[in-house]
Nanobody, 127 residues
């Protein structure tokens, strides 16, 4: 599976942006897909995840209520809609896919199950 993340850019505080993760190859519908981010000088952190069925979704506390993750298995895509963006959201955003079919929070929000990573797309929130 190859993942391609896109949609990053420069946004003013309070603005919105949607990131997209497109998968090529493999059976995408069987993969949990997560979004992670890495800000300058910081470690990569979990942002959001959606299980392969789309029935279970988890968000980091810092983005809950502002970000929405969704998937369209017919199009092999997972989107991350980001609203009310803040300067602290500035980071490189990565999507990742893992062949995990459970819904355990600590498994889905960690790094271990993700075998495939996209190249990252950069978001800058600044006025």
């Amino acid at each position: 599976v190859q993942l391609q993340a896109s949609g990053g850019g420069l946004v003013q505080p309070g603005g919105s942006l949607s990131l997209s993760c497109r998968a090529y190859g493999g059976t995408f519908s069987r993969y949990a897909v997560g979004w992670f981010r890495q800000a300058p000088g910081k470690e990569r952190e979990f942002v959001a995840v959606i299980t392969y069925t789309g029935e279970t979704i988890y968000y980091a506390a810092s983005v809950k209520g502002r970000f929405t993750i969704s998937r369209d298995n017919a199009k092999n895509t997972v989107n991350l809609q980001m609203n009310n963006l803040k300067p602290v959201d500035t980071a490189v955003y990565y999507c990742a896919a893992g062949a995990y079919t459970g819904d355990y929070y600590w498994t889905l929000t960690g790094f271990d199950i993700y075998d495939y990573w996209g190249q990252g797309t950069e978001l800058t929130v600044s006025s």
